[in-house]
């Protein structure tokens, strides 16, 4: 079984940072693209962005200069760096990522838990 855990979520002032980091575990023979993506209350998941094995980066327009995304293939690990946080950025954030499990044949996506980010204005 695979399993995405996050973590480092919390509470930040505007125009801070954080940064989220998301471990994948579990019997793993590749991971492809691995992302984040937030659900504010009262609104739809959305993509923040996606990360391919070839690091090609996907940003939403709306944290585009703000926002870096990295990645640590040999730890199975994907990071968000979060600058210049807005209160608008108040949302659970969520770690994607789509792996293919050891001794199997297909690709399967998998979600984290989620970590609150809140940004008090």
């Known amino acids: 079984q695979v399993q995405l855990v996050e973590s480092g979520g919390g509470l930040v002032q505007a125009g801070g940072s954080l940064k989220l980091s998301c471990a994948a575990s579990g019997r793993i023979f590749s991971i492809t693209t691995m992302g984040w993506y937030r659900q504010a209350p009262g609104k739809q998941r959305e993509l923040v962005v996606a990360l391919t094995t070839g690091g090609s980066a996907n940003y939403a327009d709306s944290v585009k200069g703000r926002f870096t995304i990295s990645r640590d293939n040999a730890k199975n690990t994907v990071y968000l760096q979060m600058n210049s946080l807005k209160p608008e950025d108040t949302a659970v954030y969520y770690c994607?990522?789509?792996?293919?499990?050891?001794?199997?044949?297909?690709?399967?996506?998998?979600w984290g838990q989620g970590t609150l980010v809140t940004v008090s204005s």
């Open positions: 994607n990522a789509v792996v293919l499990p050891a001794g199997q044949s297909r690709y399967l996506e998998v």
